[in-house]
């Protein structure tokens, strides 16, 4: 097979960036999309990719970034949908707006680059799509109630794929981690300091203890899964979703 191609949502930092990172490594040409043009150009340098700017929440920058594919490489190997966004709040004071927000970024937008980019996959007979989802689509945490909707919505998605493209050479699986040291860790610890009167690093270590291993994951782990599934050797795991965070979630 000639050098495989993947797609990179999110890809300006994180797990998006680890992902970019590692395939390179292992020879994959990355492409990375995300909303800040420095991140993305910068993890574009670091691997000798192609940066695309694009907002998940934005179905014509979703297109345009499709046709911009379409148009300077061609196709897509590898689909890794990495985009996300999470909200905390109780039941009453989720609004409308959040609530099609996290599901367009973390549902919908996965759902129109599958339907953009598997047909070729199929046709060709071999891709990999991996979903990084969350252990909130596998499980129920308080006061997330749209951002685990719309996690468990990308889980059944995975799933549903996965059958329809069993025979193809095609593969559908999500990745499922607990608490990563990325700018959500970040984000929520700020929250939790603010709300609790906590500090940074006791809200940091709340989060860590949730964890059996009481500790939070490092980016690199999720993508050592990732690039495990976007090799051949990963053709015989399909529909899968692979909880990563030491053991809080076990089913």
């Not at 911009?68 to 190997?77: A, F, H």
């Not at 095609?170 to 981690?177: F, S």
Request: hydrophobic share 45%.
């Amino acid at each position: 097979m000639s050098t495989t191609i993947a797609l990179i949502t999110g890809g300006g930092r994180g797990i998006g960036r680890a992902c970019a990172l590692r395939l390179a490594h292992n020879g994959t040409r990355v492409i990375v999309t995300g909303r800040t043009a420095g991140e993305i150009d910068a993890v574009a340098a670091e691997t000798g990719g192609l940066a695309i700017r694009a907002d998940m929440a934005d179905r014509d920058q979703v297109d345009q970034l499709l046709e911009r594919v379409r148009s300077e490489v061609g196709r897509v190997d590898i689909l890794i949908n990495n985009a996300g966004i999470a909200e905390s709040a109780s039941l009453a004071r989720v609004t409308d707006q959040s609530w099609d927000r996290i599901m367009e970024i973390n549902a919908t937008a996965p759902f129109r680059l599958c339907r953009a980019l598997i047909p070729a996959m199929v046709e060709s007979g071999w891709g990999r799509v991996i979903n990084i989802a969350s252990n909130a689509g596998v499980s129920g945490y308080a006061y997330t109630a749209a951002y685990c909707a719309s996690k468990h919505a990308l889980v059944g998605l995975t799933r549903s794929l996965a059958v329809d493209l069993a025979t193809t050479g095609v593969t559908v699986n999500a990745v499922c981690p607990g608490w990563v040291d990325t700018r959500m860790v970040e984000q929520a610890t700020q929250r939790i300091a603010e709300k609790t009167g906590r500090t940074v690093d006791q809200a940091r270590g709340a989060l860590a203890g949730m964890s059996p291993q009481k500790r939070i994951l490092t980016p690199d782990e999720v993508a050592h899964v990732v690039s495990a599934l976007a090799g051949e050797m990963g053709r015989g795991i399909n529909g899968q979703a692979i909880v990563i965070d030491g053991g809080q979630v076990l089913k």
